[in-house]
């Protein structure tokens, strides 16, 4: 039992090391532009990609990069894409918000809020016709659900059982404005039975919960149940993008969920459970040494040469 949770807390280290180098790397200068990290959030993709099949389609957000670490893209050629490289999984083009490695079942990242999920349901239509047995899952915000392509795109999905999880990560914010300023009922998952499919809240700074009706949910859209929307609970620990002020935190805010972030909990359970403190330790230091030489590597790499800036466009 506690390897599997070591095996969380590698995952989840391996994500947060590849954020803090990112956020390091943005300061300096090699990585330009506007970054979202999912710092606080790791228990999601973790939970939910390990239970993936190679031929599902995963559609995340700006905030991607930890999607596309557990689904197995490697990270030298991400750091190098958000640096601008020619050796980036996209070649320098798509960044830090663009990104895509369709060939490890990661679709893209997408900058414009809810869009992804229309895009999942074509992908899981497609499944339907080519026998693959695919699911897609679409990966939103909070603010994302109130988006008109995420309701058209649910609605759709149910209407026609397409094999469609839906992944909502619930960091209570929408940019800068709180939830409970958007909306009159705060539990987003009671939507789904609007649209005539299951809906869970869970606790997604817990990657076990999280694969648990990740998994669940995958085996009903695979027997021609539907899709499901989970709405997991967590929290981001950093800003909405970096350079975020953060003005609009309540006092003591960042304190409480620092005490209930999913690395933070999980360090203190394998000590509860009797697992000696060098070896959770020896994780962290192994997941950051990991990026440290990625990020190096990346660094050291070729820019992207401007003469091929036309390439890969289409109209
Ligand atoms: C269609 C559209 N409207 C507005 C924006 C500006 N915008 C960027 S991120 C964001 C907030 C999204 O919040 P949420 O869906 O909760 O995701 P989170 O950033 O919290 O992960 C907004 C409104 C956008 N990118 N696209």
Not at 172 to 188: C, G, H
Not at 219 to 246: K, S
Not at 281 to 308: C, L
């Given at each position: 039992m506690?390897?599997r949770r070591?095996?969380?807390?590698?995952?989840?280290?391996?994500i947060?090391a590849?954020?803090?180098?990112?956020?390091?790397?943005?300061?300096?200068g090699?990585?330009?532009?506007s970054v979202h990290?999912?710092?606080g959030q790791e228990?999601?993709?973790?939970?939910?990609?390990?239970?993936l099949e190679?031929q599902?389609?995963?559609?995340?957000?700006y905030?991607?990069?930890g999607?596309?670490?557990a689904?197995?893209v490697?990270?030298?050629p991400l750091?190098?894409?958000?640096?601008?490289?020619?050796?980036?999984?996209?070649?320098?083009r798509?960044?830090?918000a663009?990104?895509?490695?369709?060939?490890y079942?990661?679709?893209g990242?997408?900058?414009?809020?809810?869009?992804?999920a229309?895009?999942a349901?074509?992908?899981a239509?497609a499944?339907?016709?080519?026998?693959s047995?695919r699911?897609?899952?679409?990966v939103?915000?909070d603010g994302a659900m109130?988006q008109?392509?995420?309701?058209?795109?649910?609605?759709?999905?149910a209407?026609?059982?397409l094999?469609v999880?839906?992944?909502?990560e619930?960091?209570?914010?929408?940019?800068?404005?709180?939830i409970?300023?958007m909306?009159?009922?705060p539990?987003?998952?009671d939507r789904?039975?609007?649209?005539?499919?299951p809906?869970?809240?869970?606790?997604?700074?817990?990657?076990?919960?999280?694969?648990?009706?990740?998994?669940d949910?995958?085996?009903?859209?695979?027997?021609?149940?539907?899709?499901?929307?989970?709405?997991?609970?967590?929290?981001?620990?950093?800003?909405?993008y970096?350079?975020?002020?953060?003005?609009y935190?309540?006092p003591?805010?960042?304190?409480r969920?620092?005490?209930?972030?999913?690395?933070?909990?999980?360090r203190?359970?394998?000590?509860?459970?009797?697992?000696p403190?060098?070896?959770?330790d020896?994780?962290?230091?192994?997941?950051?040494?990991?990026?440290?030489?990625?990020?190096?590597a990346?660094?050291?790499?070729?820019?992207a040469?401007?003469a091929?800036?036309?390439?890969?466009?289409?109209?």
């Amino acid at each position: 039992m506690s390897e599997r949770r070591l095996a969380d807390l590698l995952a989840m280290w391996r994500i947060r090391a590849f954020e803090e180098k990112v956020r390091d790397l943005r300061a300096e200068g090699p990585i330009v532009g506007s970054v979202h990290l999912c710092v606080g959030q790791e228990a999601i993709p973790v939970g939910a990609c390990e239970v993936l099949e190679p031929q599902d389609a995963l559609f995340a957000t700006y905030r991607g990069h930890g999607w596309a670490l557990a689904r197995g893209v490697p990270a030298e050629p991400l750091f190098a894409e958000l640096m601008g490289r020619a050796s980036g999984v996209n070649g320098g083009r798509g960044g830090s918000a663009y990104f895509t490695a369709a060939e490890y079942g990661f679709h893209g990242e997408n900058s414009i809020v809810g869009a992804g999920a229309p895009i999942a349901c074509g992908a899981a239509l497609a499944g339907r016709y080519d026998g693959s047995g695919r699911v897609a899952v679409s990966v939103f915000g909070d603010g994302a659900m109130n988006q008109g392509a995420v309701h058209e795109a649910m609605n759709f999905a149910a209407a026609f059982s397409l094999p469609v999880v839906f992944v909502c990560e619930n960091n209570r914010y929408s940019e800068l404005t709180p939830i409970a300023d958007m909306v009159r009922s705060p539990r987003l998952a009671d939507r789904a039975a609007a649209y005539g499919m299951p809906g869970h809240r869970i606790d997604g700074n817990d990657a076990e919960a999280v694969r648990f009706h990740v998994r669940d949910a995958l085996e009903v859209a695979r027997e021609g149940g539907g899709p499901t929307l989970l709405e997991c609970m967590t929290e981001r620990l950093v800003g909405h993008y970096i350079g975020d002020a953060e003005t609009y935190r309540q006092p003591g805010e960042l304190e409480r969920i620092r005490r209930r972030e999913p690395i933070a909990r999980l360090r203190a359970g394998l000590l509860a459970d009797g697992v000696p403190e060098r070896e959770i330790d020896a994780v962290e230091r192994r997941a950051r040494a990991e990026m440290d030489a990625a990020a190096e590597a990346a660094r050291q790499s070729p820019p992207a040469d401007p003469a091929t800036a036309m390439e890969h466009l289409y109209a």
